[in-house]
């Protein structure tokens, strides 16, 4: 399988922006997901992930309020939409597929994107 992620660019602070990731090859429909970001020089963080049914979405707390996981199982698809975007969200955002462990660790997803770039400005 291979995932494709886009929608990435350059929005100015306080915009929206919606990532989109597409997977060929098989379903993910019996794949939870996950988004993850890296910014320049610092370490991969976990941004969220939804179930494989689209029923629950976990995030971590630092990214409560402005960031939403969809999924679309039909069209192979899962959304993160990023409302309120700051200077500090400028980062490179990676969809996976996770296969087991903790949803937090990247360690537990064995298939990932090449990554969309987001650019805030201020």
């Known amino acids: 399988v291979q995932l494709q992620a886009s929608g990435g660019g350059l929005v100015q602070a306080g915009g929206s922006l919606r990532l989109s990731c597409t997977a060929s090859g098989r379903t993910l429909s019996n794949n939870a997901m996950g988004w993850f970001r890296q910014a320049p020089g610092k370490e991969r963080e976990f941004v969220g992930a939804i179930t494989w049914s689209g029923d629950s979405t976990y995030y971590p707390d630092s990214m409560k309020g402005r960031f939403t996981i969809s999924r679309n199982n039909a069209r192979n698809t899962v959304h993160l939409r990023i409302s309120s975007l700051k200077p500090e969200d400028t980062a490179t955002y990676y969809c996976?597929?996770?296969?087991?462990?903790?949803?937090?660790?990247?360690?537990?997803?064995?298939?990932w994107g090449q990554g969309t770039l987001v650019t805030v400005s201020s």
């Open positions: 996976a597929a996770r296969y087991a462990g903790n949803y937090e660790s990247p360690a537990g997803y064995d298939t």
